[in-house]
């Protein structure tokens, strides 16, 4: 996946997590997960940017993994959204699919960089 496609699936997935947003339920509690959901959510969407313009390789490791840092505290949101019934499992299930797929890649992605990054150091 190029990165640009990468930065369309985080877009098509913060119009996924408004459009969910629009269907959660007026009370308070619902309210206030869903807007911490809406945030956390499409947060990564709209800041991948700021990864693709890393002023370097630690740089760019460190904005991937406040992105990541999103994405899993957005699944959790999504979660409590799904425990608490708040929507219909149907309308919940692919987008917390798309959120666990998009933390793997985003920790697979992670992972490889910072191993690349160890073994660069100890060749020096």
Do not use: W
């Not at 993994?65 to 999103?70: G, P, R, T, V």
């Not at 910072?114 to 060749?123: D, H, L, Q």
């Amino acid at each position: 996946m190029t990165s640009k496609e990468l930065q369309e699936r985080l877009i098509r997935f913060a119009v996924a997590i408004l459009k969910l947003f629009r269907k959660m339920p007026k009370e308070p509690d619902a309210i206030h997960i869903a807007g911490q959901f809406m945030r956390s959510g499409t947060h990564p969407g709209i800041h991948y940017g700021e990864v693709r313009a890393a002023e370097s390789d630690k740089d760019f490791v460190h904005k991937l993994k406040m992105i990541n840092k999103e994405l899993r505290e957005t699944y959790n949101f999504l979660t409590i959204v799904q425990l608490m019934e708040y929507v219909k499992p149907d309308d919940i299930a692919p987008v917390h699919k798309e959120c666990n797929e998009l933390i793997a890649i985003f920790t697979a992605t992670i992972i490889s960089l910072e191993s690349k990054e160890y073994r660069g150091r100890s060749k020096r």
